[in-house]
């Protein structure tokens, strides 16, 4: 409902880009006025009433009213991502205007990382994605992304090697060498030809972990290294002789 005159008659505000804020106005002649639907405004001409957003005005049968509608405010959304190459922002719904929106509007944002990086916060601190950003002041949101590590390279076993023959005892240290850009590595022990299970999870950079063992029994061992990024798997087989046997004897 742009800035006129109107005659008799209802009238509704409701487009999406304007709302009243300032008055209605009694021209030509006097008149009863329905305003929001409160009780009726009875107007002298000249007279004025303060509208509120989303107002519905029926004039009486003989008067004409002039309705001054205000612009909603606009405020402008600037989004960024960093670094550039780390992700993207997306920005719904889309602007009609340039980057404004219209006071209240609810926009949605969402950080979608790059190959080889990972959404960490927005500059405002909050970690939500997809965020929503009620438009109320000029906003500016950068979206930051970080590096992945690379995917930590393979294990060296150290002990048991693959194909070795403990002495006798009831447990054994697995060990290995130390995996550049490890995290954390996952020990798995199993009887060979039946299914093994995890029995250890320890936090780089230990590189050992000693388990329980049965005499007489060949064994198949695993260590996992994984870090953000993905993950490695190194394996080995060893045995142990029958109770009351000594290796090397």
Known sequence: MPDGVYPAGSY????????????????????????GGSAGVTFTA????????????????????????????????????????????????CSSNGSYYSAGTVVTLTATPSNGYQFVNWNTGSTLNP?????????????????????????????????????SGSTATLTWHAATNATYYDIYLGIVSQSISQVG??????????????????????VVVTNAAGFSTSCANFATPPSGWFVGQ
Do not use: E
């Not at 438009?135 to 949101?141: D, I, R, T």
């Not at 999870?201 to 695993?222: D, K, R």
């Open 201 to 222: 999870h320890i936090a780089a950079p230990t590189t050992q972990f000693t388990v329980g063992i049965l005499q007489s029994t060949s064994y198949s061992w695993c």
């Open 131 to 167: 965020l929503y950003v009620t438009m109320s002041s000029a906003q500016s949101l950068t979206a930051n992304f970080t590096a992945l590590s690379a995917a930590p390279g393979p294990v060296g076993l150290v002990s048991p090697v693959n194909y070795a023959i403990l002495g």
């Open 46 to 93: 000249g007279s004025r009433v303060d509208l509120k957003p989303g107002f519905h005005a029926t004039a009486g049968s003989s008067a004409t009213f002039h309705a001054r509608i205000a612009p909603v405010a606009q405020y402008q959304l600037t989004v960024a991502s960093s670094p550039s190459s780390g992700g993207t922002v997306a920005v719904w719904p």
């Open 12 to 35: 509704n505000s409701g487009t999406t880009s304007f709302q009243a804020t300032n008055s209605i106005t009694a021209a030509g002649s006097n008149g009863n006025f329905t305003v």
